[in-house]
Nanobody, 123 residues
């Protein structure tokens, strides 16, 4: 069992930055693929970025060049640094852990989810 807790969300102006954190507890953190998703009101949950189990980084086209993944296995924490934020980035952001090999991009690839953190970008 893995417990995930996101933090770092908030209100920011367009063009600003935020860093989200996802702290994990439970089983061996370093063996999991870790992903970030978001869900805006009335929309489906969207894959943003992930570390694969062999620690490669992958980004969706919608965030590539603006969002950056980082991982600290000693702290069992994964980060999503977000820059050049736009109003359309407003959503609840979730981190998730997966035992899937390769690049887990789908909801069903993930075994554990955090509760989410709200990010609101004002224009």
């Amino acid at each position: 069992q893995v417990q995930l807790v996101e933090s770092g969300g908030g209100l920011v102006q367009a063009g600003g930055s935020l860093r989200l954190s996802c702290a994990a507890s439970g089983r061996t953190f370093s063996t999991y693929a870790m992903g970030w998703f978001r869900q805006a009101p009335g929309k489906e949950r969207e894959f943003l970025a992930a570390f694969s189990r062999n620690n490669n980084r992958y980004y969706s086209d919608s965030v590539k060049g603006r969002f950056t993944l980082a991982r600290d296995n000693a702290k069992s924490t994964v980060y999503l640094q977000m820059a050049a934020l736009k109003p359309e980035d407003t959503a609840i952001y979730y981190c998730a852990a997966s035992q899937t090999y390769g690049v887990p991009r789908r909801d069903r690839d993930y075994d554990y989810w955090g509760q989410g953190t709200q990010v609101t970008v004002s224009s």
